[in-house]
């Protein structure tokens, strides 16, 4: 089935730094992948949609500036939390979907996650 | 606006059966998944309904109703591994489009 894998699984950062965190389709292309955060005990929320060779889109009260997409690549796609601050601090994770195989009903396959931590 | 209420947490006996329900007000709706997620992994996809209906893959079932917004979750034979966060999400617009999850039921089995 489809595989999306997301590097790095944990990453701890200080304050004012930036981190990368990538993702990748490894068995399929994937022109659009979706970002999500989770904090402790709530639900995933969608943070933005990210199209291959075009801008993403944001969700309402998500900083565009603060959070960088780049999809490079019909395979890779990057989030880079920039400044970080400890209130960033959470799960972050990518998720795609397998056009190929399947269509826009097919499930969304998610990464591993990424546990951020800013002290 | 989009809301998906499911409750917080349950907890059921190793062996027996248990539903987990799941109401949705979502602005369109393209069908209504089930994920499970254990603690600090990523949701792992486990049923899919678009159609009213009962659909079964195993020990877990999912049905829905698109009249009163409704689906439910049905976990037969419970074991221990089965504890989990169980997420109901829906995709309530058409082609390539993200899904809106709940918050999660955090399932706990007991001995």
């Known amino acids: 089935g489809a595989v999306v894998s997301q590097h790095p699984s944990r990453v701890i950062c200080k304050s004012g730094t930036s981190v990368k965190i990538e993702c990748r389709s490894l068995?399929?292309?994937?022109?659009?992948m979706f970002w999500y955060r989770q904090f402790p005990k709530q639900s995933l929320m969608l943070m933005a949609t990210s199209n291959e060779g075009s801008k993403a889109t944001y969700e309402q009260g998500v900083e565009k500036d603060k959070f960088l997409i780049n999809h490079a690549s019909l395979t890779l796609s990057t989030l880079t939390v920039t400044s970080a601050h400890p209130e960033d601090s959470s799960f972050y994770i990518c998720?795609?979907?397998?056009?190929?195989?399947?269509?826009?009903?097919?499930?969304?396959?998610f990464g591993n996650g990424t546990r951020l931590t800013v002290t | 606006g989009q809301n998906i209420d499911q409750p917080t947490e349950m907890t059921a006996t190793e062996g027996a059966i248990v539903q987990i329900n799941c109401t949705y007000q979502t602005s369109g709706f393209n069908g209504l998944f089930w994920y499970q997620q254990h603690a600090g992994e990523a949701p792992t996809f486990l049923s899919y309904?678009?159609?009213?209906g009962l659909e079964e893959k195993g020990r877990f079932s999912s049905f829905l109703s698109r009249s009163k917004g409704y689906s439910y979750l049905l976990l037969k034979e419970l074991q221990m591994k089965d504890s989990a966060s169980y997420l109901c999400?829906?995709?309530?617009?058409?082609?390539?489009?993200?899904?809106?999850f709940g918050k999660g039921t955090r399932l706990s089995v007991i001995a």
């Open positions: 068995d399929f292309q994937a022109t659009t």
């Open positions: 309904n678009v159609l009213d």
């Open positions: 999400a829906v995709r309530s617009n058409s082609g390539n489009t993200p899904l809106v």
């Open positions: 998720s795609a979907r397998d056009l190929l195989r399947t269509d826009y009903n097919s499930p969304l396959h």
